[in-house]
């Protein structure tokens, strides 16, 4: 017997402890920044298998570290509170797991920056610095660290300290021993730095365990208190008189918070002229004035004195300022001016002269002494020279004639002026001459362009004044630039006294060609005055220059050659004036000859310009000639004729020769066509004469198809066009041809030359080079078409139809392909109509859709070549609109009553303006209760497209219609071409005014009525 036992564990492991290990405080971790440490005891009967950390159904596994101790270290990357346990196994799958442990996870943190002190108030100097230290304690308040944590000073400008940035690195959470960071930073504040309230900032900055960015400030407020002062002015300056006294003043502000004591100093070379305290004390918030006396004695030196005023509390701000005191010394008294003498009472402008002399003296000295010499021309002003003690003197030349006041003036070193009149003097200033001039009237000249003229004149001038006349000249003005005088035009008589003359003898020679009119030869008698003014005299004597226009053309004839159909200048004439007027009237024309004037071009043209300046005036008339197109060859000839209103006439040949012109072409330069077998037909070659003569060509033939041609003539004449056409005469020069049923297929060349070897003929010779391709050709499509373009669906038939010929069957197969708007294709075989090529063939086709057709047409012969006509199309439309148009669209009835109606004909007329039929068309109407409408079905049958078509109903409106407004609709129905059915409307208005009226019913009536009764009758 044999007994198996399998041995088996079902013990589960045991969790003797299990721990979470914190960097710092218990339960709390850093998010993302610190790890934390689970560590489990863990023990088994047989083997433990692994040990885990889980949270939930996430698990890690533990490393084991030693006997029965596992381990795992992890990092959280999210905040909040997280809860673990451990999960073991053995090696048998027994397992076990403990209770749940959490563990904290902080993503921020929060912290304080106080500093010390808040506030301080320092006193300082403009030449020392100030130092005091501050400090700032960044404190953790939050259960998370702070990482990188910096502290940063920002100072004011003028402020410094021995740090501005202070590195902390992490700062742990509360309630551990690592939680600030402790800085202390030593200020100086510079000197002279202004007073005021400064503000020095600390700025804390510290990454969040998540890794935000935060930010911390405080601030330390440092007031410097002010010792600020002014003084007004920087500049004291002063005009100050000798044996003169005063006060001045500079006023100091004390605008500081504490009182001030100056000290004064003072420097300079106007020590001996003041006194200046040597100390002032203001107290703060005032101002006070520092007084300077000054004293100027009498005799003191005149001039500039300069005195620095220093104003100094080196404790102030600023420490010192500075005030220049600037006194002007002058002096006052003004100078005298006497002993006054003038040494002559009369003298003659610029060329005499006279002393003018005084005394002047002053207290302190003379600067300059002067005259003022006033006339009725000027004021001059004349400085007299010193000449001894306190004599001064100045000899003067006077310029201007008449009376002239002297006054003399006299300024002293401080510009004091003092001044005597000392009295008058006269001037001769101008004197008078006479100009006599001899004959006054030198006779009449007749002047052209070869012929002038002479004569001569005497000229007189005397002195008539009181003074000397000089530098004396006479002065010969001729009437135009181109007169002259052999004598000379200027003449010298130098210096005339009184009753003195001067004489000359002056020759003038006319210029040829002088212009009519009369003339005057003028001299002028100039001389100096005295006071340098120009004194003058002037004379004439009278001269006629005669009229005598002359007119003459130089060139005696004009020749030219030409082309037909040139126009060029072919030369020009000139019209000259040879005398000395005006040529007036001026006209040129050509006339006579072979020559037409039409051909005849003048520019300018005659009556553009119509005189000509007297002597030497030309006109250049250039001479076009315009030689109509292919004008015949040949010599024409015309005489030009000048002539004038005042200055005769003149003449000249104008003389050309047409020469001959031969130019010619020919169209194509090469034919090729393709020549079926068994056709015949014809080349046409274009033969364009643009000369001026007929040209006879012969024509010479060439090449292997010169046996197939019917008909080739040996020459041709090319006629000239019409005179005076501007267009080329072309003439056709045709040969036909032949090709046998049986021609063996080819290709076949024919060389044409056309030939004339005339000089004038260009050129001599061309050729057209003929090109046929002999071989069996599919049918011929032509005059293909389709009608009509525009048809409706299924009600109107397409005939297709085209001409169909081929070189050698007669009965080719012809069809029609038909393309439908949406796309099917359809095949239509023609019929062949006619007794003779090319032959007709047609079919129709009724179309059942709207759209576009487009129609191809094939024809094949008996050895299968095939063409096709493509497009051909044509528009099929299934539908339409009809307008309905009444004559009328409203009615006004006046005259209803309750025995009598209206009747109104009413034409209604149906426009179909589109491009289909309306079928089977009729109009009913819609009316008002009672209405009737005579007929009520207007019968329109087909309405064609684009056309129109109307019918009359009567409407009638019954008696006692009550007022208002009434509408009657008139409706159109048919049927389109696609089956559909269409309909429009339209309304007629008709308005029923009121129309009150009344009337007895009874036609008569009868009563009994007694004198004296009264009765009431009744009437309806």
């Known amino acids: 017997m044999k007994v198996s036992l399998e041995v088996k564990d079902n013990i589960p492991p045991k969790i003797n402890s299990f721990e979470i290990i914190t960097p710092s405080t218990p339960g709390i971790v850093d998010e993302d920044r610190e790890h934390v440490t689970f560590r489990a005891n863990v023990t088994d009967n047989v083997e433990v298998f692994k040990v885990w950390v889980c949270k939930g159904f996430s698990c890690w596994a533990m490393q084991k570290v030693s006997e029965n101790i596992y381990e795992l270290n992890y990092t959280f990357a999210t905040p909040g509170e997280k809860s673990q346990y451990i999960l073991v196994k053995d090696t048998s799958d027994n397992s076990a797991s403990s209770s749940a442990k959490t563990v904290r996870v902080i993503p921020l943190t929060s912290a304080v920056l106080p500093a010390y002190p808040s506030y301080k108030e320092i006193n300082i100097t403009y030449f020392e610095n100030a130092s005091f230290v501050i400090w700032s304690n960044f404190t953790n308040l939050g259960e998370g660290s702070a990482y990188s944590t910096n502290i940063t000073l920002i100072l004011p400008e003028n402020f410094t300290s021995n740090s501005t940035f202070e590195q902390c690195g992490k700062v742990e959470e509360i309630n551990t021993t690592q939680n600030y960071c402790y800085r202390a930073f030593n200020i100086t504040v510079l000197a002279a730095t202004s007073p005021g309230l400064y503000q020095i900032r600390y700025k804390a900055e510290f990454v969040n365990p998540n890794g935000t960015l935060a930010t911390i400030t405080n601030t330390t407020q440092v007031k410097i208190i002010s010792k600020e002062w002014e003084r007004e002015p920087a500049i004291l300056e002063k005009d100050v008189y000798t044996n003169t006294s005063g006060t001045l003043n500079i006023t100091i502000s004390n605008t500081g918070e504490v009182p001030l004591n100056f000290t004064i100093y003072n420097s300079g070379n106007a020590s001996e002229l003041i006194e200046i305290p040597s100390w002032i004390y203001i107290e703060n918030g005032t101002s006070k004035n520092l007084t300077i006396n000054y004293s100027i004695p009498l005799t003191y030196a005149l001039g500039l004195y300069v005195q620095e005023i220093k104003i100094e509390n080196l404790e102030a701000h600023p420490p010192s300022r500075n005030t220049t005191l600037k006194l002007w010394v002058k002096d006052n008294i003004l100078p005298v001016v006497e002993n006054t003498s003038l040494s002559k009472e009369i003298l003659e402008a610029n060329y005499e002269s006279l002393d003018i002399q005084a005394d002047a003296w002053d207290n302190i000295n003379i600067s300059k002494v002067w005259a003022k010499i006033a006339s009725a021309y000027y004021t001059h002003m004349v400085e007299l020279s010193h000449v001894s003690g306190d004599t001064y003197k100045a000899t ?20 004091n002026i003092n001044y005597i009149f000392v009295g008058s003097f006269q001037v001769k200033g101008k004197t008078n001459l006479t100009n006599e001039q001899t004959p006054q009237d030198a006779g009449s000249f007749a002047t052209d362009v070869d012929t002038g003229g002479a004569f001569s004149i005497n000229v007189t001038a005397t002195n008539i004044g009181n003074a000397t006349a000089r530098f004396i000249n006479i002065t010969l003005v001729l009437p135009e630039a181109d007169w002259s005088s052999p004598t000379g035009t200027h003449y010298d008589c130098y210096n005339l006294s009184t009753s003195e003359n001067c004489f000359k003898e002056i020759w003038i020679d006319i210029p040829v060609c002088d212009e009519p009119g009369t003339k005057y030869v003028k001299t002028n008698v100039t001389w100096e005055n005295p006071d340098k003014s120009i004194g003058f005299k002037a004379n004439e004597t009278r001269v006629t220059i005669a009229s005598n226009p002359k007119m003459e053309v130089p060139q005696t004839a004009i020749t030219s050659s030409f082309e037909d159909g040139e126009t060029k200048v072919v030369g020009s004439f000139d019209i000259n004036s040879e005398g000395n007027k005006l040529v007036t009237g001026l006209a040129y024309k050509a006339e006579g000859g072979t020559l037409p004037d039409t051909w005849i071009t003048f520019n300018p043209g005659s009556g553009t310009q119509t005189s000509l300046s007297p002597c030497g005036g030309s006109l250049k008339v250039n001479t076009s000639v315009s030689i109509p197109p292919h004008q015949d060859f040949g010599n024409y000839w015309t005489k030009i004729n000048v002539t004038s209103a005042n200055a005769g006439y003149d003449w000249l040949w104008l003389n050309i020769t047409v020469e001959k012109k031969g130019d010619w072409s020919r169209e194509p330069s090469f034919i090729e066509r393709v020549t ?13 004469n643009d000369g001026n003569l007929d040209i006879n060509f012969s024509i010479y033939y060439t090449g292997n198809g010169t046996g197939l041609l019917t008909t080739s003539p040996a020459y041709f004449i090319s006629h000239k066009p019409l005179n005076g056409d501007p267009n080329p005469n072309t003439e056709e020069f045709v040969l036909t041809y032949q090709i046998p049923p049986d021609q063996e297929e080819g290709l076949y060349v024919i060389e044409v030359t056309i030939e004339n070897t005339s000089a004038y003929v260009i050129p001599n010779k061309l050729t057209t080079t003929i090109y046929m391709h002999v071989k069996d050709v599919p049918p011929t499509i032509h005059s293909a078409f389709v009608s009509p373009e525009i048809l409706d669906v299924n009600y109107e038939k397409i005939k297709i139809e085209a001409n169909v010929s081929d070189n050698s069957d007669l009965n080719p197969e012809v069809w029609a392909n038909i393309t439908l708007p949406n796309g099917t294709e359809i095949k239509k075989v023609m019929e062949k109509f006619g007794t003779s090529p090319p032959f007709t063939y047609n079919t129709t086709y009724i179309p059942k859709i709207s759209g576009v057709y487009n129609v191809t047409i094939y024809a094949k012969d008996s050895k299968n070549l095939t063409s096709n006509f493509t497009n051909i199309s044509f528009k099929a439309f299934g539908h339409t609109l009809l307008q309905l148009k009444p004559n009328v669209t409203s009615i006004n009835i006046t005259d209803i009553t309750q025995y009598s109606g209206k009747e109104f004909k009413i034409n209604i007329t149906l426009n179909n303006s589109y491009n289909s039929s309306a079928y089977f068309v009729n109009v009913t109407f819609e009316l008002p209760s009672s209405w009737q409408a005579e007929p009520s079905l207007l019968d329109y049958g087909n309405i064609s497209k684009n056309s129109k078509k109307w019918n009359i109903t009567t409407i009638k ?33 008709f308005n029923v005014e009121p129309n009150p009226r009344f009337e007895i019913i009874e036609n008569n009536f009868s009563a009994e009525i007694n004198h004296g009764e009264m009765k009431v009758l009744n009437l309806t």
């Open 396 to 415: 003067y030349t006077p310029e201007k004639g008449g009376q002239h006041n002297v006054t003399i003036y006299a300024n002293d070193t401080s510009n």
């Open 676 to 688: 079926p077998i068994n056709s015949e037909g014809e080349f046409r070659i274009n033969i364009t």
């Open 957 to 989: 409106v019954p008696a006692g219609t009550v007022p208002g407004n009434y509408k009657v609709r008139a409706i159109a129905q048919w049927m389109n071409a696609n089956t559909s059915l269409g309909n429009s409307s339209g309304e007629i208005t």
